[in-house]
């Protein structure tokens, strides 16, 4: 097994968050008004941006672990009393999780330092 190197520290803590976020019940915020949809797709684009600085030689194999992740937590909360399954989640992580890599491997071609 690898040693958790501190680059991979704020992809694990941000996996961990938005898993927790994910199955807890909702709560609404009074006065704030965003889609949830756009929170999923900036949620999920956060996790890729994170998993490409974590773990740059992964390869587009860790971006279909972020998309399969979002899935995954919308098959839970299928099972949940208090959430709901929605196919419109599941585009918006994918989409959020394959937006967050390009942009990552955009920025890398531009200033191959980055990762």
Not at 23 to 44: C, I, N, Q, R
């Amino acid at each position: 097994m690898l040693p958790l190197q501190l680059r991979q520290l704020p992809f694990y803590c941000l996996l961990f968050l938005v898993t927790y976020l994910s199955v807890m019940p909702s709560v609404e915020t009074p006065g704030f008004e965003l889609s949830d949809k756009v929170l999923h797709f900036l949620a999920y684009l956060g996790l890729a941006v994170w998993a490409y600085f974590g773990f740059p030689k992964a390869g587009w194999k860790l971006a279909l672990i972020v998309v399969l992740w979002g899935i995954g937590i919308e098959l839970v909360q299928w099972q949940l009393p208090t959430r709901a399954f929605e196919l419109l989640d599941i585009l918006a992580n994918s989409l959020g999780a394959l937006a967050g890599w390009q942009i990552m491997k955009g920025l890398q071609r531009i200033c191959p330092r980055l990762a």
